[in-house]
């Protein structure tokens, strides 16, 4: 069973593609097909980011050892999505047109904060391999500890794109000071040790 | 006091294309009137193919309205019981004849007539969109509006029982408008009681509402109950929400960023993906009517 659960929950992770390939053959993206698209992969990084931190907190939780496996593949697929989500603003929005985009990137708060996200997503994925994890030894941890950062700075950013107080984002924000208040512990319970 | 006959704002080739586009469409033609300059703007609505009207399903399902919600689609889902009768709406504040009028008078009062305007949202969307309506000014001038009446305010329904969004602090509630008063008196600026030759939906901001094209769509208050005549610059609900994103007046200025994004160009709703995002014109389109309101203005300054 175990052998397969790695395989299992890759075909899972790719729900937010089912999703939006069913969308687009059927013609249901709605009135903003490209901002539907945007947001679509916006949040599903985000919810990706936010799976990836859940596992060492579910490790405690249920106490085995299954959940730290999917990690490194949830942590890929948040880049993933990451990546997408930048190209359909980059691609289809704006239509690679560098100007107005290097203007955003620069001025607008939000997508300067999603932008450092995703470039601070870029190092983690380089080093995710088994391989990389050994070279770097203890150097690894410290680098992705980098998650916590990209996690706040994805919050953040919904948080600043929203026109008043939303819903969605405030949800988000719990779920992440759940997380980061789960770290704590496990770092002060583990340091007791 | 300003004053335009339709053939005044309305470019005589543009009115014809306009009743070829009815003859085409099949749509009734109440008074025709289209106020909007895309000749002169080079932009891609310049050519008649492009005056496309927003489809009726997208214009009545793809709503920002957030006494029913913030979600796009929550007022067409929430607002279908709204009770939009009875209705009346007072006209008070500095005039010399406040009045009082249920919806019924005010539409046998006042006769519609058709305006096909583009509403440009100030998130970097816009629709096409034929109003049913008639000037605002027509209705303020039965209240005499005196020389101390500098600034219209408007202010939409409160009624957190029937408007579930309204029951948190998105914004602050009820809703609230202004407009400069030579801005109300302006012959493109309308009360809306229909759209599409049908009566309003509820989700557009039935039973009456305020259209004014060269401004970002959020100046237009749904669900209004009273307008008032106020001296001194009223503050609306949004400048409320954020002074710094938010300003007065609002206008349509591809040139003056909003703090958090672009306005320099806009996607056309119901478009797809395939068509690119077309540029912002200087007041949605609509200069050469309004411009004069503005002149000797910073308009960077007074946003
Ligand atoms: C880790 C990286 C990122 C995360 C977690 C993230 C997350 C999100 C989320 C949750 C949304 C809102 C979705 C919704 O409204 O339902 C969003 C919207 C958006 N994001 Fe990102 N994002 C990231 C990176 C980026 C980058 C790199 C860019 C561009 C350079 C970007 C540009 C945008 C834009 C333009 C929107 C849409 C705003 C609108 O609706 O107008 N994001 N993102």
Same mark, same amino acid.
């Given at each position: ?169 405030? #949800? ?22 | ?104 008078? #005010? ?197």
């Amino acid at each position: 069973m175990s052998r397969y659960s790695k395989i299992i929950v890759f075909f899972i992770s790719l729900w937010p593609i089912y999703i939006i390939t069913y969308q687009i053959i059927f013609n249901q993206l709605g009135p903003e097909p490209v901002d539907r698209i945007i947001n679509h992969f916006g949040e599903w990084t985000l919810i990706f980011i936010l799976l990836t931190l859940s596992m060492t907190p579910m490790r405690k939780i249920t106490k085995s050892l299954e959940w730290i496996k999917f990690r490194r593949m949830l942590g890929l697929f948040a880049f993933f999505y990451a990546s997408i989500h930048m190209l359909s603003y980059v691609g289809l929005d704006y239509r690679f047109d560098f100007k107005p985009l290097i203007n955003d990137v620069l001025k607008k708060k939000f997508i300067f904060i999603g932008f450092s996200a995703w470039l601070l997503l870029i190092p983690l994925a380089l080093t995710s391999s088994e391989k990389m994890v050994r070279l770097l030894k203890q150097n690894w941890k410290k680098i992705h500890r980098l998650i916590y950062v990209i996690a706040i700075f994805g919050v953040l950013h919904f948080i600043w794109l929203s026109k008043t107080i939303f819903f969605k984002p405030l #949800i988000f924000l719990i779920i992440l000071i759940i997380l980061l208040l789960f770290r704590i512990k496990i770092t002060k319970s583990a340091s007791k040790i | 006091m300003i004053k335009f006959k339709n053939s005044e704002i309305t470019p005589e080739n543009i009115y014809k294309n306009r009743r070829n586009f009815i003859k085409k469409f099949g749509l009734a033609a109440g008074s025709v009137f289209l106020s909007q300059n895309f000749n002169v703007s080079a932009n891609a609505l310049s050519n008649q193919e492009d005056l496309k009207l927003t489809e009726y399903r997208y214009v009545t399902t793809y709503n920002n309205y957030y006494e029913f919600g913030t979600g796009k689609s929550d007022p067409v889902e929430r607002s279908q019981k709204f009770k939009t009768k009875p209705w009346n709406v007072t006209i008070d504040g500095e005039v010399e004849n406040p009045i009082s009028l249920s919806m019924e008078e #005010i539409i046998s009062m006042f006769p519609s007539e058709e305006r096909i305007y583009k509403l440009r949202c100030v998130e970097g969307w816009s629709m096409i969109i034929p109003w049913l309506g008639f000037p605002l000014n027509k209705l303020l001038k039965k209240a005499s509006p005196t020389s101390k009446g500098k600034f219209v305010k408007f202010t939409s329904v409160l009624d957190p029982e029937q408007m579930i969004g309204q029951k948190f602090p998105i914004l602050d509630w009820p809703y609230k408008e202004g407009l400069r008063v030579d801005e109300a008196m302006h012959d493109l600026t309308i009360l809306v009681t229909g759209l599409y030759g049908k009566q309003l939906p509820n989700q557009n901001g039935a039973p009456l509402r305020l259209i004014v094209p060269w401004k970002y769509g959020f100046k237009s208050a749904k669900a209004i109950i009273n307008i008032k005549l106020v001296e001194k610059m009223p503050v609306s609900s949004w400048m409320k929400a954020s002074p710094r994103e938010y300003g007065f007046y609002s206008n349509v200025n591809p040139n003056v960023d909003h703090p958090r994004w672009s306005q320099a160009t806009e996607r056309v709703i119901g478009e797809g993906i395939i068509s690119p995002r077309i540029p912002t014109t200087m007041f949605n389109g609509y200069e050469d009517e309004v411009a004069s309101l503005y002149s000797g203005m910073d308009l960077k300054k007074n946003y």
